[in-house]
């Protein structure tokens, strides 16, 4: 009789987790509907607003954490940004399924000027992954519950300068320096249009959290980064007008030792733009 009443409770509460989920996910596609012309609306109002996109990307410390300082050039090629929820034109879609798209400007003699979409879908099935690296059972629960992020390959023409290491040119892979030039490509910004989410340790690191960078927080708060941006470089520029030519007097406690900005002698300001 306890046995009984313990499972039809648990059948309940099992139930009621489904009805949670379902709407939450309806939540989501009514949010999502909302704010789709909206950012439509935006991305035509930011169309004439020359470097927008390099400001943002600037901004924005995470972003850095994803690209290397050589890949920066490139990154500053970006013109636009703009992010579909696939959802949107098919409700069987995941909320989270969406396309990426990046178009570039080029630089003479390098680097070609282009379009780039690439798709994330969110899949259930842990017997996709080719390489598995350090999973565990309990990941593999996980995302079978819950999803994981993949996504295929795209074209994306890389820039001429980096034909060394573009993994796709790099046909010696047994040398120390074949290797050394392959793993630098595979860490390159570029490589991440290269990335599946199913070879773990065989791609570009962390490609999935940079997806989610992009479509949870840069994406859609791109106009508060820019915002904040120009209110940086606002009080850099008052700041500068307040320093006379006289020489620079320092009380005992804004000096130190060495003079740094910290007690490890580093900055952590953000790129200049």
């Known amino acids: ?7 039809r409770s648990l059948d309940a509460l099992g139930g009621v987790e489904d009805d949670i989920e379902k709407v939450e996910k309806e939540v989501e596609l009514i949010r999502l509907s909302k704010l789709s012309p909206i950012y439509e609306r935006r991305s035509r109002a930011i169309s004439g607003v020359d470097g927008f996109w ?71 099935d842990t017997s996709m992954f080719k390489y598995r690296g350090k999973r565990t059972e309990e990941d593999d629960l996980r995302d079978q519950e819950l999803g994981f992020l993949t996504s295929k390959p795209c074209a994306i023409k890389w820039p001429k300068s980096y034909d060394g290491i573009n993994p796709s040119l790099v046909s010696d892979k047994t040398s120390a320096k074949g290797k050394k030039d392959y793993r630098t490509g595979m860490k390159s910004f570029f490589s991440w249009f290269m990335w599946t989410g199913l070879k773990i340790g065989k791609e570009f690191s962390n490609g999935d959290g940079f997806a989610n960078l992009l479509t949870d927080d840069i994406f859609p708060n791109s106009t508060k980064y820019y915002t904040e941006a120009q209110v940086d470089l606002e009080d850099e520029n008052i700041d500068d007008e307040d320093i006379s030519d006289g020489p620079i007097e320092m009380d005992s406690e804004e000096s130190g030792s060495n003079g740094s900005s910290d007690e490890t002698g580093t900055s952590s300001k953000k790129r200049k733009l």
């Open 54 to 124: 390099k400001v943002v990307l600037s901004q924005h410390s995470d972003f850095a954490n994803y690209v290397r300082a050589a890949d920066l050039k490139y990154v500053d090629c970006i013109k636009s940004i703009d992010i579909k929820w696939l959802c949107l034109e098919n409700k069987n879609k995941d909320y989270r399924d969406v396309a990426i798209s990046f178009e570039f400007e080029g630089i003479d003699g390098d680097f070609e000027a282009q379009v780039v979409t690439k798709y994330f879908t969110i899949e259930h």
């Open 1 to 7: 009789m306890v046995e009984d009443r313990l499972t």
